[in-house]
């Protein structure tokens, strides 16, 4: 096995023996199509599906996969309007799945993630059924402060720019811990374990993925 494989393999047994002590489950996936192939092996025919803004649900092939199952999927981006937004993600909140991805995720299991509107971190924290976050390793940190400083310093620089936001960081690439009105981080959220047994799962990847 290549050196950096055996690494994230290793990082990997680390981070999800700490998931289990935080009531969260973990699994090691090689690579995006392993991952894709687990995710499905979760996710029980004729459930309601939603998700929360991530490059690494679209990355790995996930969204395909979804889109070609059968499921019930609930895409809060295809709203036309803010009643539209606002009636879909009623029915977001209350659904059996939501995927996401991770800003950071610590050796020690803990999870941290910066969010504009709140709706992701939300459905993190508190409604759908089960939530199964994928992450590729690129998002591991070794302690809570350096996922602070990755999600603040790498991860926001870049989503600004994706969304075309006017932002400080967007165009020098370091946080300036700003008040823009166009700033995307108005929620931290750190989650140092699952209230239920079991809701968060967790599945990383052994490639870069995401911001």
């Known amino acids: 096995m290549l050196p ?5 393999e290793n990082t990997a047994k680390t981070i999800i023996a700490n998931l289990e002590k935080r009531q969260m489950k973990g699994w090691y996936c ?5 991952a894709v192939k687990k995710v499905l092996e979760l996710l029980p025919d004729q459930t309601t599906v939603t998700w929360g803004g991530a490059m690494t649900i679209e990355e790995c092939g996930l969204m395909e996969a979804l889109k070609k199952g059968d499921y019930t999927l609930i895409d809060l981006f295809s709203s036309k309007d803010s009643q539209e937004r606002k009636a879909l993600y009623a029915k977001a909140v209350s659904s059996d799945y939501f995927f996401m991805s ?10 941290v993630n910066v969010d504009g509107s709140g709706n ?6 508190n409604g759908p059924d089960h939530v199964i976050i994928l992450a590729g390793m690129n998002k591991v940190a070794a302690t ?5 400083d990755r999600v603040r310093n790498t991860a926001a620089p870049i989503n600004a720019l994706r969304l075309n936001r006017k932002t400080p ?7 300036s811990n700003c008040q823009s009105p166009e700033c995307i981080c108005s929620q931290i959220v750190i989650t140092r374990r699952s209230h239920v047994p079991g809701r968060i799962q967790v ?3 052994g490639e870069e993925l995401g911001y």
Do not use: F
């Open 169 to 175: 960081c967007a165009a020098t690439g370091k946080c």
């Open 4 to 8: 950096k494989k055996q690494y994230y």
């Open 144 to 148: 809570i402060q350096e996922a602070h």
């Open 102 to 111: 991770t800003n950071a995720i610590t050796l020690d299991g803990e999870l």
């Open 120 to 125: 992701r971190v939300a459905c993190l924290c």
């Open 30 to 34: 090689e690579d995006s199509a392993s």
């Open 203 to 205: 599945i990383l990847i």
